[in-house]
């Protein structure tokens, strides 16, 4: 089954390139906790190739397809996608491969080319298909109100995750009237529907072997820029002269100290119903800090 699993990479790989392609020992690298990683090469060129079970393929499609969205604008460096499909029980989405390098390179131009990114926009918030955040469902169906969007597709759903898994806490409580709420974060603020990677944590960038910054591993849709600038403040790994470079390019809005928590809720939600264990108790003192300021 290995063997054929690897003929079929092979084949879609060589209908992408137009050329025959037969791929060496395959050399594993880490995928995260979700996916098996592996560089492959022919002797000629190298492509990287992420393998799950067949029930991820639509994952894997949605990733494919947020890569293409992220090239778009080409504010940022995004791996190009050069195959995808699916081999007896397991899929496949094979990338380019590119080079990372050690030394880092220029956070300014990262800084200002998510900027550029985020000038890229569309006219509702969601995106025209659902994906993942980590292994989590994400739901994007569009809505022209941000507030809406926000409050029933993002944390209403994230309640709803934790109430079935059995959580009984303050917080779903208190995230009702947050959510019936919501809207008075945005009585001045009004964000636009720009283009998100969805999932920007300092695991999902990198630099090339030029210096330049490749964004990767996406979530992407059409939301309130500071949900991205929110995340990379979440676990840290952005260093000050990326939001200096960004808010040269780009400066954020009054009141983002504030809306800032409510965006990183909904990730650390996501981890309490990915991982457990302390995120409840973080999620509850980011319920209470918002609704007091709502008070």
């Not at 001045?188 to 960038?205: A, F, I, K, Q, V």
């Not at 910054?213 to 500071?226: L, S």
């Not at 650390?268 to 302390?278: A, I, M």
Request: glycine residues 10%; contains cysteine; neutral net charge.
């Amino acid at each position: 089954m290995v063997d054929t699993l690897w003929t079929h990479i092979d084949q879609a790989i060589a209908q992408a390139l137009g050329r025959t392609f037969r791929s060496q020992t395959p050399r594993a690298i880490g995928g995260g906790s979700i996916n098996e990683a592996f560089v492959v090469s022919d002797g000629r060129t190298q492509v990287f190739v992420k393998l799950n079970s067949v029930a991820h393929g639509d994952m894997f499609a949605a990733e494919a397809a947020g890569l293409r969205e992220l090239a778009i604008p080409k504010a940022l460096r995004v791996p190009a996608v050069i195959a995808e499909g699916k081999a007896g029980r397991r899929c496949f989405l094979v990338l380019e491969f590119i080079e990372f390098s050690a030394n880092g390179g220029a956070i300014d131009r990262f800084g200002e080319g998510l900027a550029r990114l985020h000038r890229h926009t569309q006219a509702q918030f969601g995106w025209a298909r659902d994906n993942t955040l980590g292994a989590t469902p994400q739901i994007n169906t569009p809505h022209r109100l941000w507030p809406d969007f926000y409050a029933h597709r993002r944390l209403e759903y994230q309640f709803r995750l934790a109430a079935d898994a059995g959580y009984r806490g303050t917080m779903l409580r208190d995230g009702e009237r947050l959510l019936s709420d919501l809207g008075k974060f945005f009585v001045t603020y009004r964000p636009c529907p720009s283009l998100l990677h969805g999932d920007l944590w300092s695991g999902n960038y990198a630099y090339d072997t030029q210096g330049a910054p490749v964004i990767f591993d996406p979530a992407v849709y059409y939301g309130d820029r500071e949900a991205d600038i929110a995340m990379t403040e979440l676990f840290g790994g952005f260093p000050p002269a990326f939001y200096s470079a960004y808010k040269n390019a780009w400066p954020l809005d009054d009141g983002y100290q504030v809306r800032k928590i409510l965006y990183n809720l909904y990730h650390v939600l996501n981890h309490f119903h990915l991982f457990g264990g302390s995120y409840a108790r973080q999620a509850e003192q980011m319920v209470a800090r918002l609704s007091a300021e709502l008070q």
